[in-house]
């Protein structure tokens, strides 16, 4: 059941990352798929999913500045992070939508 999310790291406010995440080919087929991020002292907070189909919503907090896409033939899902801001601050993790699994998550430092 592989989640490897890479691809975080330190950046000013105003700044972009991509975030990327390897799935399980034979579950990333037939799931739905989530970016979720969890600051220091918070709860887990989902931010943005994509089906199977292509289908797109987002947290309020990252509509206008983040970017999911799936690439089915590389079992990948991406976050593509625009404008950051401090408050984006948090480790994310790539899920399964549906999976009672969470992979290693990747460190996302903003600084003001």
């Known amino acids: 059941v592989q989640l490897q999310a890479s691809g975080g790291g330190l950046v000013q406010a105003g700044g972009s990352l991509r975030l990327s995440c390897v799935a399980s080919?034979?579950?990333?087929?037939?799931?739905?798929m989530a970016w979720y991020r969890q600051a220091p002292g918070n709860q887990r907070e989902l931010v943005a999913t994509?089906?199977?189909?292509?289908?797109?919503t987002y947290a309020d907090s990252v509509k206008g500045r983040f970017t999911i896409s799936r690439d089915n033939a590389k079992n990948t899902v991406s976050l593509q992070m625009n404008s950051l801001k401090p408050e984006d601050t948090a480790v994310y993790y790539c899920?399964?939508?549906?999976?009672?699994?969470w992979g290693q998550g990747t460190q996302v430092t903003v600084s003001s």
């Open positions: 899920k399964y939508v549906g999976w009672h699994y």
């Open positions: 080919p034979m579950i990333f087929s037939i799931s739905d």
């Open positions: 994509i089906t199977r189909r292509g289908a797109i």
